[in-house]
């Protein structure tokens, strides 16, 4: 990952400083990181650059490169890409600074170089902000990153089975990060708590599978942590009638509740990751009762008795 963002940076330098359009093949022998063995490897790199540098709102056209517009070559206009100073005040300053700060991943604060660009971080003689860390180690983040954006296949394990998934994408929910794709040998699409895998593997082959037109990663994942997993169970539960309202609220669309007269709602819904199904359940203390199956009821008990036990 360190040597894709390497790469773009020393592509938009050129670009921003060459002061002309230049052509593919000048790229590929000028700027470091695009010295590829063949030109169909080179055309990879360089496209998928192109579409992460246009994804970053960096305004990078086609333009000819002589009066005659014989032959074209890529510019980036400074004044379509520089950022125009905003005259922020001291303290609008402050406020972004603090923003920056309490957001984290890998429980490293956002660095300071982006508000040098908008005229300096505020001085501070106060102890760190509380952050909302974005979790998970930035190595993995990094590697399976690249591999979604090279479209290599990875192997890692998970609850103690191998997996071989074609990543199609990456998600933020709730704390963790997620990756998406599809699981090679069921041919299904999994999501995965990034945290849980372990020896996590990146293949070195380029355009390994071609993620389906028009997926997004959004609709794939899931809402509720019970809804990803391996196991499958259909789960009746008893809400007393003063939780019974925030119950429905975080159900999941495809359940069947019933209302009592008393005012308490029974639902029943899929469950395909147990222990996170208890766990939102405890959050409920005695105000709800698993009826059915019985082995997650007893699993609940035997959690509750296990914890209460000095």
């Not at 921003?16 to 169909?40: C, H, K, M, N, W």
């Not at 993620?211 to 990663?217: M, S, W």
Request: hydrophobic share 40%; aromatic share 10%.
């Amino acid at each position: 990952m360190n040597k894709v963002i390497e790469r773009i940076i020393n592509l938009l330098a050129f670009l921003l400083t060459v002061g002309r359009p230049v052509s593919a093949e000048e790229i590929r022998f000028t700027v470091a990181g695009y010295d590829q063995p063949t030109d169909e490897a080179f055309r990879r790199m360089f496209e998928r650059d192109k579409d992460l540098l246009r994804g970053l709102g960096i305004p990078m056209k086609l333009a000819p490169t002589d009066h005659w517009e014989v032959e074209f070559g890529y510019v980036v206009d400074p004044d379509e890409y520089q950022l125009v100073d905003p005259g922020l005040t001291d303290e609008e300053r402050a406020a972004l600074w603090l923003a920056a700060q309490v957001v984290r991943v890998g429980g490293e604060p956002t660095g300071p170089e982006a508000m040098f660009k908008l005229g300096g971080a505020p001085s501070s003689t106060t102890g760190e902000p509380l952050a909302a860390n974005l979790g998970a180690d930035l190595d993995t983040v990094a590697a399976l990153f690249d591999a979604v954006a090279r479209h290599a296949r990875i192997e890692f394990g998970y609850r103690d089975k191998t997996r071989k998934v074609e990543p199609y994408g990456l998600a933020h929910r709730h704390g963790h990060w997620y990756v998406v794709g599809r699981q090679r040998d069921i041919d299904e699409i999994r999501v995965y708590r990034v945290d849980r895998l372990t020896k996590l593997s990146v293949g070195e082959e380029d355009e390994a599978f071609e993620r389906p037109k028009g997926f997004r990663v959004d609709e794939a994942m899931v809402e509720r942590p019970w809804e990803a997993g391996d196991e499958s169970y259909q789960v009746t539960v008893r809400f007393d009638a003063d939780v019974a309202w925030l119950a429905r609220r975080e159900l999941p669309p495809g359940a069947v509740t019933e209302t009592a007269d008393d005012g308490s709602t029974t639902a029943s819904f899929p469950v395909a990751n147990p222990a996170a199904f208890i766990g939102w359940i405890i959050g409920f203390v005695d105000k709800a009762e698993i009826l059915e199956p019985q082995e997650l009821r007893d699993r609940l008990v035997s959690h509750i008795s296990g914890v209460a036990s000095p």
